[in-house]
């Protein structure tokens, strides 16, 4: 018999640790993990099995078919916004071929079991890129068809994988004779800067945020690569796995789009700032900007509309900014550095 279980692929990323504790803590389900980089001991205790292995390893994936009956794929892995710039080819075959391996697996998958794999995706506002500051300003909370036009790989990448989920979920071989009857459930969520209290991100653009933070409990002097007066969206990410969990469990009736945007508070940098100082008033912050990172994070909406998976699926954030920093953030990684000897 072949073990039913949910593929959770960039397992060791952010968002990955985070999915793989909640999943793991209820035991709903088992865990089969995926990641380029060894697995986090914290994790293994969560996971049937973890695999050491490339999303762009067709026989790998091929052979995890044969092994188990694959319900769930949350396909994680992606090389970020910055990290990508430094090799937008690379990016573009990680995040985009990458993902055709794993909705092609979806789609085999789904007609080897007679019923739709949920593919679940996460997006990102990287897939909005406002001309400048004046029409982001004016702009505010934007909708998930507005400004579609992404100024970086990842950015591109990402909105273009949105189409592709929609395309295997409902198109895939649309001229075949005999068209497949089982493919993909696609269900994709955009995803603001998220900030957790137990990873640091690597390669994002909206990672000033954590990394204010991080440095701050650590002890270590910070400087911001973008201006005091940035704003773009942000999420707790407690929240960023409710959400997740939210879009899987939701029923497919209650859908009336593929990609929807969620967001919890938007705050600026220097915002963000002001709650770290209170945390751990000795921390030194200082501002030197990046220009292109800058550009980068000026493109990305102040703040997005998330009224449809509201409406659809229940959708509403626990951490607004106060909770956020004041019961989640801070307390979690005062613990966290004190523990590591850090404080
Ligand atoms: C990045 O900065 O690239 C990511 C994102 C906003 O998707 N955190």
Redesign the pocket.
């Known amino acids: 018999m072949r073990k039913e279980v949910i593929l959770i692929t960039g397992a060791n990323g952010e968002i990955g640790h985070g999915l793989i504790t909640q999943i793991g803590a209820e035991k709903r389900a088992r865990i089969l993990a995926m990641d380029l980089k060894p697995m986090d001991e914290c994790l293994e205790v969560y996971c049937e099995r973890f695999i050491l292995g490339d999303i762009l390893d067709k026989m790998l994936l091929g052979r995890l078919m044969a092994e188990y009956e694959i319900t769930t794929i949350y396909h994680l892995a992606s090389i970020?916004?910055?990290k990508a710039e430094y090799n937008p080819e690379t990016a573009h075959e990680i995040n985009v071929e990458g993902t055709i391996n794993l909705l092609r697996l979806g789609v085999e998958l789904s007609q080897w079991q007679g019923k739709p794999v949920k593919f679940i995706y996460p997006s990102?506002?990287?897939v909005y890129g406002l001309p400048d500051l004046k029409t982001k300003v004016s702009e505010g909370k934007i909708k998930e068809y507005q400004w579609c036009n992404p100024i970086t790989m990842?950015g591109c990448n990402k909105i273009y994988c949105e189409h592709l989920g929609r395309y295997y979920s409902r198109y895939y071989r649309q001229l075949a004779k005999d068209p497949i009857k089982n493919t993909i459930d696609f269900r994709c969520i955009r995803?603001?800067?998220?900030i957790s209290a137990d990873t640091t991100?690597t390669?994002?653009?909206?990672?000033y945020g954590p990394e204010m933070l991080h440095s701050a409990a650590k002890g270590i002097p910070y400087e911001c690569f973008v201006r005091k007066d940035t704003r773009i969206p942000f999420m707790a990410m407690p929240d960023a796995i409710k959400a997740l969990q939210l879009i899987e469990k939701a029923p497919k009736e209650n859908f009336s789009q593929l990609v929807y945007n969620v967001t919890s508070f938007s705050p600026s940098a220097e915002e963000i700032e002001k709650y770290v100082k209170v945390a751990f008033p000795k921390c030194e912050i200082t501002y030197e900007i990046h220009h292109s990172r800058q550009a980068i994070v000026d493109s990305?909406p102040e703040d997005v509309d998330d009224s449809p998976a509201r409406k659809d699926w229940g959708w509403k954030p626990d951490y607004k900014m106060n909770r956020s920093f004041n019961k989640y953030l801070i307390p979690a990684i005062r613990a966290r550095y004190a523990q590591a000897g850090c404080n």
Not at 191 to 194: C, E, Q, T, V
């Open positions: 970020l916004s910055t990102s506002i990287a990842y995803f603001p800067g998220l991100p390669g994002g653009t909206s990672d990305w």
